[in-house]
């Protein structure tokens, strides 16, 4: 039973009716139709999942019955309860309880759990807010999440599974009837994942009806009753989940069109020499000095090698791969990098670029990507002396490299214009890759470069960081999905608690031994 399911019952809604239903929706941007005559049914008190890949029209569609695109700008009914609705803002979509959970929190990292459940319908009396009572309400639907934190506490001191549920008690406190999740686990641990399924699971019982789209093919099979499938703008098809209609390879058919014979492109591995080196790296925490994130952790690279960093959320992949870029996380301690036969300092990102090491931000969004630049200034945005004559950018040589990198990379959009808070989750991970190519590194890191995007589009970026390497540039793939990892990697260093555990060649691994050696300390690996 979860947390939810030992909470106060919901009066079930009634399940034969639908609680929603989306007729005709069409909505076109400039010069492109992000969605053509879109039509889906959700029954009340059922999970409806929304398959599709990158560009597909999922985040569009659920922004049109959201309010985030008000009514007016689309064409097409909205019908929720029996009611023809015409959102003009998303305060009006929730004041009749259909609440979304975006895949870039909304949450402010500086004020508390409490704060941030009750910002913008705080409990107030004569003008003066009530904290006393706003605390014990947090508390409350922090105890029906099933997140035992204290409700003062900041949200920038909590991880990212517990401010998912913090975005779910927020819902909650809206008396959510209609509860929509954009890749709800996409940042989540395999533990935190399978929490927050259980709890959704937990909202049905209690008859709150819920949307969720999501890449994880599995997790939409383990708790959807249907799911409706979007190519290119256009509904595909509607799948029963209880008649048995559903497999991940229809599933996939549907979202790219054709089927997949492997989830991975086959390789043929021209590995070299050694180039790359750290040797002996330690770096403490930025605001807990006492603690070390990387403790004296060493590793090596060979030039055309995929070398993948395997471990648990916060056992230290990120501030490893961080602190090598330049410094660019805590405070260095002592190491050394060893670059071509001999030690290079690499104390700023500048050096780092300057060294021929580049390095993709698990989070797009905010490290990756001013959400203000167009494409082309995107792309050439980490090395714009590559481009520019006499200190000024050259206009013409900006656009040729931009548009060649959008046509090899398949970048969804019409021109190279478009601002790139327009593209896809899958589309920016596109540009943030080609950012990184387009300043010829040797070395290549990747921090969860598939995260949050589909099938289809991974497949295409595996694709491109093969034949990276094939042209000898050495690749640090950052992974949380072991699969990914054993499907594209050729060797794989384990990290448990800041320590690299293990140095496994990919041939002799396999999903048991590599959560082993995540999950426990092992034998301190050796750079090979």
Same mark, same amino acid.
């Given at each position: 039973?979860?947390?939810?399911?030992?909470?106060?019952?919901?009066? %079930?809604?009634?399940?034969?009716?639908?609680?929603?239903?989306?007729?005709?929706?069409?909505?076109?941007?400039?010069?492109?139709?992000?969605?053509?005559?879109? !039509?889906? !049914?959700?029954?009340?008190?059922?999970?409806?999942?929304?398959?599709?890949?990158?560009?597909?029209?999922?985040?569009?569609?659920?922004?049109?019955?959201?309010?985030?695109?008000?009514?007016?700008?689309?064409?097409?009914?909205?019908?929720?309860?029996?009611?023809?609705?015409?959102?003009?803002?998303?305060?009006?979509?929730?004041?009749?309880?259909?609440?979304?959970?975006?895949?870039?929190?909304?949450?402010?990292?500086?004020?508390?759990?409490?704060?941030?459940?009750?910002?913008?319908?705080?409990?107030?009396r004569g003008g003066v807010i009530d904290w006393h009572e706003q605390h014990r309400r947090a508390a409350e639907l922090l105890e029906r999440v099933g997140l035992h934190e204290d409700p003062k506490t900041r949200i920038k001191h909590i991880g990212?599974?517990?401010?998912?549920?913090?975005?779910?008690?927020?819902?909650?406190?809206?008396?959510?009837?209609?509860?929509?999740?954009?890749?709800?686990?996409?940042?989540?641990?395999?533990?935190? !994942?399978?929490?927050?399924?259980?709890?959704?699971?937990?909202?049905?019982?209690?008859?709150?009806?819920?949307?969720?789209?999501?890449?994880?093919?599995?997790?939409?099979?383990?708790?959807?009753?249907?799911?409706?499938?979007?190519?290119?703008?256009?509904?595909?098809?509607?799948?029963?989940?209880?008649?048995?209609?559903?497999?991940?390879?229809?599933?996939?058919?549907?979202?790219?069109?054709?089927?997949?014979?492997?989830?991975? %492109?086959?390789?043929?591995?021209?590995?070299?020499?050694?180039?790359?080196?750290?040797?002996?790296?330690?770096?403490?925490?930025?605001?807990?000095?006492?603690?070390?994130?990387?403790?004296?952790?060493?590793?090596?690279?060979?030039?055309?090698?995929?070398?993948?960093?395997?471990?648990?959320?916060?056992?230290?992949?990120?501030?490893?791969?961080?602190?090598?870029?330049?410094?660019?996380?805590?405070?260095?301690v002592s190491g050394s990098i060893i670059k071509d036969g001999r030690e290079i300092v690499l104390s700023t990102v500048s050096d780092a670029i300057r060294h021929g090491i580049a390095y993709l931000s698990e989070d797009r969004t905010t490290l990756g990507l001013n959400l203000l630049d167009d494409v082309k200034d995107s792309i050439v945005a980490a090395k714009l002396g590559k481009i520019s004559r006499a200190g000024l950018v050259d206009d013409i040589e900006q656009r040729r490299v931009a548009d060649s990198y959008r046509r090899g990379l398949r970048i969804k959009t019409p021109t190279v214009d478009e601002g790139v808070s327009s593209l896809s989750g899958g589309n920016q991970q596109k540009v943030v890759l080609a950012k990184w190519m387009f300043t010829d590194p040797d070395l290549l890191i990747l921090d969860e470069p598939t995260r949050g995007i589909d099938v289809g589009a991974k497949f295409e970026i595996y694709g491109i960081i093969q034949q990276l390497a094939a042209q000898g540039t050495g690749i640090v793939l950052i992974s949380s999905e072991l699969p990914e990892l054993l499907g594209i990697c050729d060797r794989i260093y384990t990290i448990f608690e800041g320590r690299i555990t293990n140095d496994l060649q990919t041939a002799d691994a396999d999903p048991e031994t590599l959560m082993r050696s995540i999950t426990t300390t092992q034998k301190k690996a050796t750079s090979r």
């Open positions: 039973m979860t947390a939810v399911d030992a909470a106060t019952p919901l009066v %079930p809604a009634a399940r034969e009716a639908n609680i929603l239903e989306m007729r005709g929706i069409s909505k076109v941007f400039p010069g492109v139709k992000a969605l053509s005559d879109v !039509s889906i !049914s959700v029954g009340a008190g059922q999970i409806h999942a929304i398959a599709g890949e990158n560009g597909a029209g999922k985040s569009t569609l659920m922004k049109v019955l959201s309010g985030v695109y008000p009514y007016g700008s689309y064409s097409g009914d909205i019908v929720y309860r029996g009611q023809l609705q015409r959102f003009r803002n998303v305060g009006s979509s929730e004041a009749v309880g259909i609440v979304t959970i975006h895949q870039e929190f909304a949450l402010i990292p500086e004020l508390t759990i409490t704060e941030n459940i009750f910002l913008g319908s705080e409990l107030a990212v599974g517990k401010q998912q549920l913090v975005e779910i008690a927020r819902a909650l406190h809206k008396d959510v009837q209609l509860l929509i999740l954009d890749e709800p686990t996409a940042t989540l641990n395999g533990r935190d !994942s399978q929490h927050l399924l259980e709890l959704i699971l937990g909202l049905k019982e209690r008859g709150v009806s819920s949307i969720i789209i999501s890449h994880k093919l599995n997790e939409i099979e383990q708790i959807a009753d249907s799911i409706t499938i979007l190519r290119d703008g256009h509904t595909i098809e509607t799948l029963n989940v209880k008649a048995h209609e559903v497999d991940e390879d229809r599933i996939i058919r549907g979202m790219v069109g054709r089927s997949l014979q492997s989830r991975f %492109p086959d390789r043929d591995p021209k590995i070299g020499e050694v180039f790359f080196e750290v040797r002996n790296w330690t770096v403490r925490h930025p605001q807990v000095p006492e603690r070390l994130v990387c403790n004296d952790e060493s590793f090596a690279v060979r030039r055309g090698e995929i070398v993948g960093l395997a471990g648990l959320m916060g056992a230290g992949r990120t501030e490893l791969a961080m602190s090598v870029f330049g410094r660019s996380y805590g405070s260095y």
